[in-house]
C-alpha cells in the first residue's frame, strides 16, 4: 500500500518526492511476494532483501532505477492497520491501495518539516470532503 510522498500526490499534493514507500504485510511469503514484483526494475536490487528484513527492520531501502522504501510500519501503524480505511487510486490501468487521508496523518506524525507540512495538507482534504 503507498504511504508517503506518492499516497499524499495521489491525494492531490503537489510536492516532489525521492522515493515510493510500501507499508506491506511483513509476512515472510508477502515480501517474497512484493520482491517479485520488484523484479521488474532494471536491476532487480529487491533480489538482496532477504524475506524477513521487513520484520526485522524499520525500513527496506530497495535502491534500483526508483527507490522503494519497504517498511512493516509506518509511526507504529502496520498494514493491517492502515488497510481498514484505504482507499484505491487508478495509476495507468492498475487499481492501488493508497493510505487514506486519515491514516496518512498518522504515519507522518514526526518532527520532519515536510511531514508537518503533509499533515496540514491532509487535514485540508478530509476537511474539504465534509463539506
Not at 4 to 12: D, P
Not at 74 to 81: E, I, N, P, Q, T
Not at 86 to 101: C, F, H, L, N, Q
Not at 105 to 130: M, W
Request: with cysteine.
Amino acid at each position: 500500500m503507498l504511504v508517503g510522498g506518492f499516497a499524499v500526490i495521489a491525494h492531490g499534493g503537489s510536492r516532489f518526492t525521492k522515493d515510493i514507500d510500501f507499508l506491506v504485510d511483513d509476512a515472510p511469503e508477502n515480501v517474497a511476494r512484493v520482491k517479485r514484483a520488484l523484479s521488474v526494475l532494471a536491476d532487480n536490487a529487491a533480489a538482496e532483501v532477504d524475506d524477513d528484513d521487513v520484520r526485522t527492520h524499520v525500513v527496506v531501502r530497495v535502491a534500483d532505477e526508483i527507490v522503494v522504501d519497504l517498511m512493516g510500519r509506518a509511526c507504529g501503524l502496520s498494514y493491517a492497520d492502515v488497510a481498514a480505511d484505504a482507499e484505491t487510486r487508478m495509476i495507468g490501468d492498475v487499481p492501488v491501495p493508497v493510505a487514506s487521508p486519515a491514516a496518512l496523518i498518522r504515519t507522518k506524525n514526526t518532527v520532519r518539516p515536510q511531514d508537518a507540512i503533509d499533515r496540514g495538507f491532509l487535514e485540508r482534504v478530509i476537511h474539504d470532503r465534509r463539506r
